[in-house]
């Protein structure tokens, strides 16, 4: 094992974590690992306009030890106030998505794009060289709360590109769904430049769920409790809980009530 040290673009950080030799480390019996980020423990703003917790480091929340897990960078629950939202402001080089939990959510950027997505929908954006978008909530009587994720993409410098789609058809209750997969897709939801794969979990109480890494080079599986609550190994998870899970080939989980769950599979950020 050595250390490899890689600069956080957001912040003009290195950060040290390890890298195993791949013809070691197949010979060692994997013992499944977690990190655990519990919805009290994130960094919370109040804005006014817009109330919004981050799981891992950003603006003006830092915590050295929550910068990301692997490729994923930003996972962030907001909820805008009706009338308001983000004016336009840029992006470069990371992949964007959006999924709305509640309410309307219009778009516009400098591709002139201008769309309105709610919830059982989902945008993804790649930045690439250079993109500005806003995001408002139209609805003046009602907020609209969504999570936003960044990605670091595995293909710098591509045009930028804006695509949404309706997910909730793809979502089957009971089972594990995709709705995000790397380029160039597979026909199941959108795709993103990033050996990566979105999926969600809509379950009733009792319901065992099996999920297995689509990938042997995946650092692991963030997953995130959108509503809800779920055992995993010997963690109970709840409500906006988070836990990266590492070190396993697949993980097992058990809801415990009414559940909806976010998996994100992704690679090491290199």
Do not use: C
């Not at 957001?10 to 013992?31: R, S």
């Not at 408002?136 to 999570?147: A, G, H, T």
């Not at 995130?224 to 396993?248: A, M, Q």
């Amino acid at each position: 094992m050595v250390n490899k040290k890689l600069k956080d673009p957001i912040y003009n950080l290195y950060i040290i974590f390890p890298v195993y030799n791949n013809n070691y480390a197949h010979k060692i019996k994997k013992t499944m690992k977690t990190i655990l980020h519990k919805a009290e423990s994130r960094g919370f703003f109040d804005h006014g306009w817009l109330k919004t917790h981050h799981t891992f480091s950003f603006a003006d929340y830092y915590n050295p030890q929550r910068i990301h897990f692997g490729a994923l960078r930003v996972l962030n629950d907001d909820r805008i106030e009706g009338g308001t939202g983000f004016d336009l402001h840029p992006h470069k080089n990371m992949e964007v998505i959006s999924i709305p939990l509640k309410g309307d959510l219009e778009h516009q950027d400098s591709l002139k794009h201008k769309d309105t997505i709610k919830e059982g929908e989902i945008q993804v954006m790649s930045a690439g060289t250079g993109i500005m978008h806003s995001e408002y909530n139209r609805n003046d009587d009602r907020p609209s709360e969504f999570l936003q994720i960044w990605v670091f993409p595995n293909k710098q410098n591509v045009p930028p590109r804006y695509e949404n789609a309706v997910i909730s058809d793809l979502i089957r209750k009971n089972e594990i769904s995709e709705i995000v997969s790397p380029y160039p897709g597979n026909g199941k939801g959108l795709w993103i430049y990033q050996q990566a794969w979105f999926s969600i979990a809509d379950l009733d109480k009792d319901s065992l769920q099996l999920y297995k890494m689509k990938s042997k080079e995946s650092l692991g599986v963030y997953i995130f409790i959108i509503e809800g609550s779920i055992t995993l190994k010997d963690l109970t998870l709840n409500r906006r809980d988070g836990v990266g899970v590492y070190d396993t080939d697949e993980v097992e989980f058990k809801a415990t009530e009414k559940s909806r769950v976010l998996l994100i599979e992704v690679p090491p950020h290199q």
